[in-house]
């Protein structure tokens, strides 16, 4: 199902409120992101800057740290798919940053991450469960990455 068509009027809203919540983040904002966020113990993150967090007291944790990082810019994206079912929802993503101010780097940079997001509908609203985030790179093949053991 396409994010554009046939989509519930609360999942739409649900990626809205998503889409501005990454706005505030790219500014160094996590208020809104950690609203959306469900705040249980199954809440996960996989991030584009290595690790992962379980649990929303790591998770919490890890949003405030990545709002220490960024200081400015913007980020688009550019909705892949989207499948609603009556309990979970989720969305894979091509998440731009752009003209983008971060802690320790001189000067403007950017970078496209490919990212899923899974929510679940809690007590009527959709909460985040879920973000796996990691850098877009062009397809290649293994052997060109991979080592042999020594």
């Known amino acids: 199902m396409s994010a554009t068509h046939d989509t519930p009027a609360s999942v739409e809203a649900a990626i809205q409120r998503l889409q ?3 706005a505030d983040v790219a500014n160094g904002d996590v208020r809104a992101i950690k609203a959306l966020y469900s705040h249980t113990g199954d809440a996960t993150s996989f991030y584009g800057w290595g690790g992962y967090e379980k649990g929303w007291d790591g998770v919490a944790a890890r949003w405030d740290w990545a709002g220490q990082q960024f200081k400015g810019g913007k980020v688009s994206y ?19 940053y752009s003209d983008q101010t971060m802690a320790g780097v001189a000067g403007l940079t950017g970078w496209t991450n490919r990212v899923t997001h899974i929510f679940r509908l809690e007590a009527g609203e959709w909460r985040l469960v879920h973000r796996h985030g990691n850098r877009l790179e062009d397809q290649f093949k293994p052997a060109t990455r991979l080592k042999a053991k020594e």
């Open 78 to 96: 550019q909705n892949v798919t989207t499948v609603v079912t009556p309990e979970l929802f989720y969305t894979t993503d091509i998440e731009t």
């Open 20 to 22: 501005a919540a990454m």
